[in-house]
């Protein structure tokens, strides 16, 4: 599928006041457990193209209950518990069969980061001790692991990786880096680039900018939000093209606070300007962190901020951080952009299983299943055609793989994938 020309974009930016959460009750949404126990601990997650998923989890905690096939062992000298061990810590979940398929993974992936490549190649980046400037690349048929060699410049550990419309990824921050750099590297180029911008949004011990959310505005620039505040960046001059009001109430949405982030449909990619929004939800009352060190739980936040960017928390108390938050939520709550203010939210059946520090999800292609509206006879024929305009810029959506679904009266049909070039 190939773009057409970009149209002239004409830029305008509002920044939307901050809201208390209100919920719509709703009974829909069913629950299925698809395995009791996959053998690791899913706290990276990622699904490709071919329907299957890739799930990382840290290697320096001891064994896994996902032994390697053949016999294989890791001999990692560096490990803090096991030097030899021959369980998996990264795993493929094969979402046809329902069957899990044990990944070598070297080196240490806690906290790293990662995004799929435009072939639809996972690349995850860095993570904590020796897998700290590491790349693992992770294919349809294998995971390939940055055994020797270092692919990074700089620790990348709770960083930000995004896709650009060059077909390079840029990596944001990490712990104590103020900088970003790009994958994959230029030849013989270790280059990294300071962005002040991570260091003016660190607390003093606490930090409260890792993790930032990062999003690709219509212009070509980046949307970066750390802590509670955001920059649009011109990544290829190195400049901060836009300064963001502090979210409403000033306290921190990154982690260890952990909100989220979403960049909300592109509702007028047709149009001659595309208008682009960010919905901030959840995250921690500042000061939270350490109140919690200490046995304190502060209630997360029940706020959320909507903020139009274009222009020239999973704990119930408590914050991210291993033991450091209480009360799980079990509800998954639906946001609807479109819905009168006050209708927007609709919370959904609650799950039996907690899901707190690192816990992930994805959406799958089979997410809703289509029907027929009207009866379908046997050796008839049926015709149904369907006109699709693709995104007019990799600004909107760089070339890569993605899941195409059609809504008809807010009932999705099953995904289809689709390769932008």
Known sequence: MNKFPAPHLILSFLFL???LFSLTHAVSGKWQLLLKNVGI???????LHNDRVVMFDRTDFGKSNLPLPNGR??????????????????????????KIRPLFVYSDVLCSSGSVNSNGTLVQTGGNRDGDRRVRISTLVRLVTGKRSLGLSNRRWYSTNHQLPDGRQIIIGGRSEFNYEF?????????????????????????????PFVFLNVDGNLFIFANNRAILFDYAAGKIVKTYPTIPGGDPRSYPSTGSAVL??????KGK???????????APKGSYVKAQSGTFVEALKTCARIKITTRNRSGTGTAGFEHGRNPV?????????????????????????????????LLRDEAAGSCFRKCDSGGEFKFEVQVTTPSSGNLAPSGYYLVYVVHQQIPSEGLWVKIK
């Open 17 to 19: 006041s901050s809201f």
């Open 183 to 211: 994958y994959p590297k230029s030849q013989g180029s270790m280059n990294f680039h300071n962005l002040p911008f991570l260091a003016e949004t660190s607390d003093a011990t606490i930090e409260n900018n890792l993790y």
């Open 273 to 283: 300007s595309v208008a682009a929004e960010v919905l901030v939800c959840g995250g």
């Open 330 to 362: 079990l509800n998954p709550v639906v946001y609807k952009p479109d819905n009168a203010v006050g209708s927007r939210f609709e919370q959904q059946n609650p799950s039996k299983v907690p899901r707190m520090y690192h816990s992930t999800a994805v």
């Open 41 to 47: 601990s899913a706290m990276h997650m990622q699904l």
């Open 264 to 269: 909300l449909p592109l509702k007028s990619a």
């Open 73 to 98: 062992c890791r001999n990692n000298p560096n490990d803090l518990v096991l030097k030899v061990d021959c369980t998996a810590h990264s795993a493929e979940y094969d979402v046809a069969s329902n």
